[in-house]
């Protein structure tokens, strides 16, 4: 049987702001159906991978593929989900309107019916985004991630600011992702979540 094929690589990556050196001499390989969780504590670089996995900075060295080709084409990461640490949504917006503004950039989303049952979105789906709380907001910036049904999805500090109960609903579908061929890389600064 022939080898899968990376979703998304990190090559020998170093990566600097001015005098501070986030990465050096990184490697990470993220194949289908495999979950990746890169462990640090807050300014270890978790961010800068992610970034540089999504084309939206470039290495100092290295190589950084996405699905084989550069993250900074749009066609490349078209088949990416991602949710960063910090998410801020058009405040007059409500729930279901964002989710189907995202699901209007992939060709085959996620039902809106499904993204709000799934990630347990149906007691503020019709609020506006300006009136949510933290880990409402949370939920619907992880619940984008997977609306596009995409080959990975990268989560940046996934379960900041969630309850026990919503963080182990997110770990349920997490796995049902990766066990249906998806590739997950998450940050986390806890040990027990890695």
């Keep these: 049987m022939a080898p899968v094929a990376p979703v998304a690589e990190l090559i020998d990556v170093d990566k600097s702001y ?3 050196t986030a990465l050096k001499g990184v490697s990470l390989s993220l ?33 950084v593929r996405l699905d084989g080709g550069d993250p900074r084409t749009p066609a490349v990461r078209a088949a990416i989900g991602a949710t960063p640490q910090e998410t801020a949504f058009p405040q007059r917006l409500r ?10 950039h992939y060709p085959d989303p996620l039902p809106a019916a499904v993204v709000i049952e799934r990630f347990g979105l149906g007691d503020f789906a019709h609020r ?9 907001r949370r939920r619907l910036a992880l619940a984008l ?31 049902d992702y990766v066990a249906g061929g998806g590739a997950l890389l998450l940050t986390t600064h806890y040990l027990e979540e890695a």
Excluded: H, Y
């Design 18 to 20: 001015g005098a501070v």
């Design 31 to 63: 194949a289908p159906g495999e979950t990746v969780a890169l462990l640090g504590l807050n300014g270890a670089g978790k961010t800068t991978a992610i970034n540089l996995l999504l084309g939206l900075r470039r290495p100092d060295r290295g190589e």
């Design 95 to 104: 729930c279901t309107e964002v989710i189907e503004l995202v699901r209007r």
């Design 128 to 136: 506006q985004t300006g009136g949510l709380s933290g880990g409402q």
């Design 145 to 175: 991630a997977f609306v596009g049904q995409g080959r990975a999805v990268f989560l940046d500090e996934p379960t900041t600011g969630l309850d026990a109960d919503v963080r182990r609903s997110l770990w349920r579908v997490m796995r």
